[in-house]
């Protein structure tokens, strides 16, 4: 860790009009949160930059100087001080993660909302409705991206391509209907169809045939690995259908 006593640093960034560089406004927080006093300059034309970047021979802003020496950008910022860097590459469960714990507590303040109280079976049935909706967004968002990952596992859209581009649709559909609580007799056989060949689809890929792939569960350019979490939202809305059946 680098010791920030003292330091002064220099930011130069661009503020053109009403356009603000996201990274220069990160870099300069990060400075001043960490003890930085920090000289601030800012382009506000395109030419200013341009002659700026001619002259220091570099090709982005921002750029921070540090006791006079260059340290780069924001991302060089973050490794000079021993921050962490994201690797837009790296696999990562926080997307399906973030989904689930917020369709939970949406399940939650929905409960409390409608009945005052947190009633246990509605705050689940919601839960899996609301984390369908969700997911068939994100899948809806960009659907070829989504079929094209999709059809590298699924068992059904690899022999029947439209069903690459039916599913978020019926995932959709059945959450709807399970959050409104209508027509069962179609949400439930939509919810263990589209479940139950999802979860054999995940397991055949993964655990039998042990490949390396990325799921398409939150969209299709995501760096979720296919695996125990992709095989939960399966799961997921195959509990919910049997449940439906029997309550």
């Known amino acids: 860790m680098v010791t920030t006593t003292a330091k002064q640093a220099t930011i130069y960034r661009m503020t053109i009009g009403k356009s603000v560089c996201p990274h220069g406004r990160k870099a300069l927080h990060l ?10 300059h800012t382009f506000r034309t395109r030419e200013e930059t341009d002659a700026f970047k001619a002259a220091q021979g570099v090709t982005s802003t921002p750029q921070i100087f540090i006791d006079g020496e260059r340290i780069g950008g924001n991302d060089d910022l973050r490794r000079y001080l021993g921050k962490k860097v994201r690797d837009p590459r790296a696999v990562t469960h926080r997307p399906v993660i973030a989904v689930f714990a917020v369709t939970a507590l949406m399940a939650l303040a929905a409960s409390y909302g409608a009945f005052g109280a947190i009633v246990p079976g509605i705050v689940f049935q919601w839960f899996i409705a609301f984390s369908m909706c969700v997911l068939a967004i994100l899948k809806l ?3 070829e991206s989504f079929s094209s990952m999709f059809l590298g596992y699924d068992l059904l859209a690899r022999r029947w391509l439209p069903y690459a581009y039916l599913y978020p649709f019926g995932e959709a559909l059945a959450g709807l209907l399970m959050i409104a609580g209508a ?18 689809s995940v397991i055949k890929a993964v655990y039998v045939d042990k ?16 695996g125990f979490l992709s095989l939960t939202e399966n799961v997921m809305m195959v509990v919910m259908a049997l449940v439906m059946l029997v309550v």
């Open 31 to 40: 400075l001043k949160s960490q003890g930085f006093a920090v000289e601030d």
């Open 141 to 143: 968002r960009d659907i």
């Open 183 to 200: 027509l069962r007799w179609l949400s439930i056989p939509i919810a263990l169809f589209i479940g139950t060949i999802g979860a054999v």
């Open 211 to 226: 490949r390396d792939l990325k799921c398409a569960c939150v969209g299709g350019d995501s760096n979720v690995p296919l």
